[in-house]
């Protein structure tokens, strides 16, 4: 009668879709959830919410119950179980009741392992003291809630600033608690090109948030009721100390079964989510997946390809050759009203991985500009400066830029082009485009850039010019803008006078054009190459190059 | 010393567009702008919001002056301009300045023809009254505005339900003005599916405007100060009447010229943008394009395609091959806070052109909804059963509409399946989406579908049963939802209680399934198939077949 026998291993995103998607696949298998911590199904992505008080109550984390897993899914649930050991021999695996003691084993056919990721926990001093605090289960934020609760705590410290990081700043601030981000790399979100965080810099500050980058964290020593937070030398007393400097996938059982363990320290999978033994899949944080711009492995642990690669896993384990095909990274954050978002690679990225890119940056708004409300956007995008391939794309802004993102993950997914970025036929009513969305205006100027239509130039370039061979800066905009704040040396012709002072302009020399944002100096520089010119234009103008002089601050106390 | 001499009819979207980027790629070129009314590249899609008094100062509907055209451009723009004639012979356009009443004509090498549409009049007594209006250019809206004002208008009548005339609902409305509306289609939005357009007939109504649908407009006439609008047997007494029953491509000049016109009315160009004689092109409202889904002519008159165009024809006159692809005719409309959008075809659309499709209905949250303010909304996706291309989609609700939309058409453009949409990785952070976004949902359930693992029912099919043959339709919704409303005839077996249930269920008869929204009715038909049973799922469940019943409500008055 029974078709199978499937045991799962951890029970939120990865494990739980994957028992659902069995149970409709399959009506005749036997399903096993064990689950460590003491729920299941519950949203790990709405905790810091929880924890500022955004989502309350606390029930409405819980996304699907053990009795609705019974009910609509007759899979067996167990929370509180610790599956201990893989016995890959018999095909068993080992359970630890962590209420009763009581240890049993159960035996599978096939086995999923969703046991995501471990919170790393640096190596220093102090980090296991009370107030002291890491997040990834239901029972972590109810322990910091608690704690912030109890103790009426009004100044905390957060070490590492990534996007749990920063959740856990806004929502502490939400609760009026005064907060320091300790972060050892030198920049917010490194997970994001250091230029295009900037933006959250100034609403960091607005909130009374000290930034302590480039300084990891050193110690934490008790005092009294309060903790001392030792970074960059300098002591820090505060209530309440989150531990957020990053996550490892959770290859502790896989491990020891001698399952294959990728370069990237996750377990190793195929398309089909099968690991190096065929009856054992494994999904979510605790693998590794192919990157789908680069082709080599890459780690995003992140709800989405969890979900995703569990619903696959199912498949395969019920005979299905479904696949995943990879990940692009694409990732989201919302700071104090400042919304983050990338997809495929950063320029860090394709760096890293020796892959060539061209890049461009634009700024465009939200929605038409007649129409009010509309806000600023930077998308910056990378390209194959041989076929013009998107490679990835960051945006930053305070609305719609969740969308072009996706939009452009989308094209990604598809193999798509600038060129098709500048075709997208995308919704334009003025509350929510533009005749010419953002989208289009980073595909027109990529595909100007390919088609040799405007030579780019890129402000951290400037700084590798020898002083005496550094080009000729041309600065387009407004005498107005030009007063406000300029480049040395800059040279000022406004747009609508270059026409007729173009002798003032040197023949021997390369001219830089730039204005505030890159446009009026595309114009520029499409005058100045058909008069004879060597112009090329600052991609993103005065301000991304404001945003590179900031984009690395040292410390932003 | 000039390369080319350039003659532009319109300087709108179309026309000022490909001025501009006509002069980037050549700055010798020779670029004449004549427009006929008082204004060029202003924002016609900002009118209605102009006169609601959302849009204010009149001059922010400016996008672009004259003073910019020549200070950026050098491009000689004039307005209250007309092209009267075209000389194709001589390569002339005949021009009348509408202030002075002179005449005279312009020699080109290159003539674009971007004149727009014109506002449909019903041929009905009356329509040239004082207080009677259309809307297409900025000095319509400042004569409705000041009509409006003036005359301290209260009651008003807006004669075709289309996005336009809904928008000028929504601003009269917002002027306090009582609206009704008079609509030939048994429909509001005649561009979408009528059950997609329902979640708006509850906007109208709570603000107290009145619907008259099914009845064509059948006179106007002044009564006093008043006017008087027959339809549907009734007389509407009112302050104004804007009529806004769609509009029709401006080919005078170009039928008078022997330019040959396409099908649907429209001015026939290659994918250059070329006209039958290869001089003259034309873009935008004016022109028929190739539909990217079905590949036959359409005609999308929208701002979008239409500045994309233009670009296309200014490449082209500077000898570059750049292509116009075709388009999807994605559109979006805010109606009292309800968003609603589509892209490529809809059902209306496949069945017209006779192209087979299957269809599938979601609902999804807008966002995660542990996370507050999560808005529902309805996804209608149209594909092709063999291959699962998508062909498709429509979506309604009130946030994050335009974004799903958009990522779809991306998808559309690039050749994509459902199967590309199961796979999408967008954006996941509580505030924006969820694990599984709902692109991703409505890309499981159509591959559901094709992979044969659940046979969809459609609402509409129902209807289409003899009474003795109608299939057994069980409702797997709870008691108390079952209590609230359901169908006549159909069995409760709430989900969590089927397993143990399936002895009250027929084996000889097709069990037609539904729920609230169609995924607990998807999970109940998984079971029933896999027991012996012949289950077929009822897309979008519940929700939607009331919708079908209120689809084509005969008058909402
Ligand atoms: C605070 C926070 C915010 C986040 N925000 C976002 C976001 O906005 N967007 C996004 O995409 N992602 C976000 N994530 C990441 C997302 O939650 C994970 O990518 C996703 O949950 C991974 O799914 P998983 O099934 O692999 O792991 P998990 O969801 O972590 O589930 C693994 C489970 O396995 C259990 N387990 C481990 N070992 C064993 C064992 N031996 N026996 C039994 N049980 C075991 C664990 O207790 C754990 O509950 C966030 C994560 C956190 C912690
Ligand atoms: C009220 C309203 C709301 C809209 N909302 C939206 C929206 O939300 N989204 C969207 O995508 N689209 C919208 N549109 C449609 C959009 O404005 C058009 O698709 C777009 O403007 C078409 O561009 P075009 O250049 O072809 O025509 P137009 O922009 O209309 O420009 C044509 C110009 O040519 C001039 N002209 C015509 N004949 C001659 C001649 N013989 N000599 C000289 N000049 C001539 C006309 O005076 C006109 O100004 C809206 C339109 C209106 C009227
Ligand atoms: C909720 C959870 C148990 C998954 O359950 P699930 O039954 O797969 O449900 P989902 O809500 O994801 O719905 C998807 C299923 O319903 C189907 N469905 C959804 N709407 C439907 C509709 N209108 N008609 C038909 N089917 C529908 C989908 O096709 C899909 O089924 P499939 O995988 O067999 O194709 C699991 O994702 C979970 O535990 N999530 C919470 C934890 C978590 O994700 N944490 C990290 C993020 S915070
Ligand atoms: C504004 C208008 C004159 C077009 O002018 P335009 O110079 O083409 O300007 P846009 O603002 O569209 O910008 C696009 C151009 O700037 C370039 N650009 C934009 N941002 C840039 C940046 N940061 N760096 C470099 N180039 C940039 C684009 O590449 C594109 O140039 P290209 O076509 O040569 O590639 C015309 O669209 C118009 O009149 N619009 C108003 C009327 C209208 O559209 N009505 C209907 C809708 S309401």
Known sequence: MISRRVVIVGGVAGGASCAARLRRLDENAEIYVFERGGFVSFANCGLPYYI????????????????????????EVRVNHEVTRIDRENRLVEVRNR?????????????????????????????????????????????????????????????????????????????NITVTVVEAAPQIL???????????????????????????????????????VTAGGEKIDCGAVILSVGVRPDVTLAQEAGLEIGPLGGIRVNEHMQTSDPTIWAVGDAVEVKDL?????????????????????????????????????????????????????????????GIPYQKSFTHSASHATYYPGAKPMTIKLLFDPRD?????????????????????????????????LEEAELCYAPQVGSARDPVNIAGFVAGNILRGDVAPAHWDELDRFPEERRPFILDVRTPGEFAAGALPGAVNIPLGELRGRLHELPRDREIWVHCAGGQRSYYGVR?????????RNLSGGYSIYRAYRRGTPKSNG
Chains 1, 2 share one sequence.
């Open 52 to 75: 500022g008080g955004v989502i309350s109550p606390r029930e409405r984390l819980l996304v699907a119950s053990p009795e609705r897993f019974r009910d609509y899914f007759n899979v």
């Open 99 to 175: 209420q009763t003691g009581a240890r049993f084993t159960r035996p599978y056919d096939a086995l999923v392992l969703a046991p995501g990721a471990k919170p790393i926990v640096p190596d220093v001093p102090g980090v296991d003291l009370p107030g002291v605090f890491t997040l990834r289960l239901l029972e972590d934020a109810e322990r910091i809630y608690r704690w912030l609760q109890d103790r009426h705590v009004t100044r905390a410290v957060v070490v590492g600033a990534g996007y749990i990081g920063l959740e856990m700043v806004e929502n502490l601030a939400n609760r």
């Open 190 to 228: 490194p997970g994001f090109d250091p230029e295009m965080v900037v933006p959250i810099y100034d609403k960091l500050a607005a909130h009374d948030v000290r930034l302590l980058l480039g300084h990891p964290l050193q110690a934490i020593e008790a005092d009294g009721s309060q903790l001392l």
């Open 293 to 353: 711009v680069t082709g080599q492995p890459t780690w995003v642990p992140l709800a989405g390809p969890a979900s995703r690669q569990a619903r696959v896993a199912a498949d395969n384990i019920c005979g299905r050759p479904s696949r995943f095909p990879g990940a692009l990274g694409t990732a989201f954050v919302r700071v104090f009203g400042v919304d983050i978002a990338k997809t495929g690679l950063t320029e860090k990225a394709a760096q890293r991985a």
């Open 388 to 420: 013009g391939r998107v490679l990835g794309a960051q945006a930053v802004g305070s609305e719609g830029v969740d969308k072009r993102i996706d939009v452009i993950a989308a094209m990604i997914q598809k193999g798509g082009t600038v060129y098709d």
């Open 527 to 535: 005058i100045l190459n058909q008069k004879g010119f060597r112009a």
